[in-house]
């Protein structure tokens, strides 16, 4: 009998001791997410084909087929954005983060090889596939992360350095991919491909944050899923932030869109050798991304001084601004302003994470966060689409029809602008206390 008690009380011992181990174990393992965290933004985001693929996919297909390849990642990421999301909450951060990581790796490896329109097709799917995993999901992780050695306060802060590596790596991605790009416009896509090695290397390392490893999918259907997601506007101040998103989804684009086309009515008259187009363009991007980074760097500083609502209603204005001189005077000396059009996301992006994220309980957050980047992407086609009868009978590249489109997109910026800040001081007057479970 004495001896059955030993052992049971031995038995009940290991069982603590390797509780206590295992509980170790994932501090550390969590400890580890939170210090690699930065690192896997600055890997993920080193596009180095950006400068270059239209040019690239230009080199290959005609005007047409590279407006269906573009049609056709919108297409898929509207598809995968939500259910990607949903995939996150209820399977867990890290397995959804794999599949991101795993797809850009095998669309620039399909890119970087070429061929016809079937395998850019897919390639394009998959690196919609890439992006749409990967949407949502990083921010929770990131918060999760947190959350699970309880330095949640930290989160802004260290939202700050995570967007500014992500531009100071989005720089250094562009000058190397148009350089690369200079020589053979498919090394663009195997320097990203590289990267991405990089950061699935990062992904493997990662542990599952506390919330998500007994993380399971009964009683958590889909449509509840959303149905509990789009509830969570019934609060003022996150609807605020919600249309706040939606409309800098629309606003970041324009100068994004129509920047070449602008530099190019600028510049007509001075000659450059094709070859080194995609220089030109890695530079350009380059430049307006290390403007990006210390913008980012000094974020959470600024929201400190102005408040939240101040801070994000400033990236409207900037935006605005640029817009608006862009559409009023075709001047190469507007070129340097232009250089500016990351600075409203890149002052955005840690505020902006750090106000909405804890008022999302873990368990909905990254189909909150899918949800309100597809409708910022649906707003942003559906102003394409507006804008586009603007320029029916005119050339694209033609200044009268830039012009119309770029007013147009001011007046809506104007419209957006006084609606926000007229619904900014009510929206955030009662404001309820942020939830992070």
């Known amino acids: 009998m004495g001896q059955a008690r030993s052992r049971i009380a031995a038995i009940k011992a290991d069982s603590i001791t390797a509780m206590a181990t295992a509980g170790s174990t994932n501090q550390l393992g969590f400890e580890r997410n939170v210090k690699l965290y930065p690192w896997y933004q600055a890997f993920y985001n080193a596009f180095a084909w950006m400068p270059v693929f239209f040019l690239y996919f230009s080199q290959h297909l ?46 620039y490896i399909l890119f970087a090889l070429g061929g016809g ?16 995993f990967a949407s949502g999901t990083d921010t929770s992780f990131h918060y999760d992360s947190l959350a699970s050695i309880d330095r949640e306060d930290q989160f802004a802060q260290r939202e700050a350095v995570v967007a500014r590596n992500t531009f100071l790596s989005g720089a250094i991605a562009a000058l190397i ?10 090394f663009a896509y195997v320097a990203s491909a590289v990267a991405a090695v990089g950061t699935l290397t990062i992904v493997l390392l990662f542990t599952e944050p506390r919330s998500h490893q007994q993380a399971t999918v009964l009683g958590r259907g889909f449509i509840s899923q959303l149905k509990k997601c789009v509830s969570m506007l019934s609060q003022r101040s996150l609807a605020w932030l919600f249309g706040f998103a939606v409309l800098m989804v629309v606003l970041n684009h324009i100068p994004y869109e129509f920047y070449q086309t602008y530099i190019k009515l600028t510049s007509e008259d001075i000659d450059a050798p094709l070859s080194m187009a995609p220089a030109i363009a890695g530079l350009h991007m380059a ?24 801070t994000l209603l400033l990236c409207v204005v900037i935006q605005t601004v640029i817009i608006a001189v862009m559409g009023s005077v075709l001047s190469i000396w507007i070129v340097p302003l232009i250089l500016f059009r990351v600075a409203p996301r890149a002052l955005m992006t840690a505020p ?24 910022g992407r649906l707003a942003f086609s559906a102003v394409l689409l507006g804008l586009s009868f603007l320029a029916q009978k005119e050339s694209a590249s033609d200044w ?17 602008l006084v609606i926000l800040s007229i619904t900014h001081r009510w929206c955030f007057k009662h404001d309820s206390q942020p939830v992070s479970e």
């Not at 897919?122 to 992006?131: D, S």
């Not at 980012?296 to 939240?308: C, F, K, N, P, T």
């Not at 830039?402 to 001011?410: C, E, H, R, V, W």
């Open 117 to 132: 329109f079937a395998i850019f097709a897919i390639a394009q799917a998959l690196l919609a596939m890439g992006i749409s």
């Open 62 to 107: 005609t005007l047409d087929g590279v407006l269906r390849l573009e049609a056709i990642y919108y297409i898929v990421v509207v598809i995968l954005e939500v259910p990607s999301g949903y995939f996150s909450d209820v399977v867990g951060r890290k397995k959804t983060l794999l599949i991101s990581t795993t797809a850009l790796i095998f669309s």
């Open 287 to 310: 430049v307006a991304m290390l403007i990006g980074s210390y913008i980012a760097a000094h974020s959470i500083r600024l929201r400190d001084r102005l408040g939240i609502g101040p």
């Open 400 to 416: 009268i029809s830039l012009k119309k489109i770029l007013l147009a997109s001011t007046f809506l910026a104007l419209v957006g």
């Open 352 to 375: 902006f994470n750090a106000a909405v994220t804890p008022r999302i309980p873990q368990a909905q957050r990254a189909t909150y966060l899918s949800i309100q980047s597809l409708v």
């Open 177 to 186: 991919g148009g350089c690369l790009g200079a020589i053979d416009l498919r």
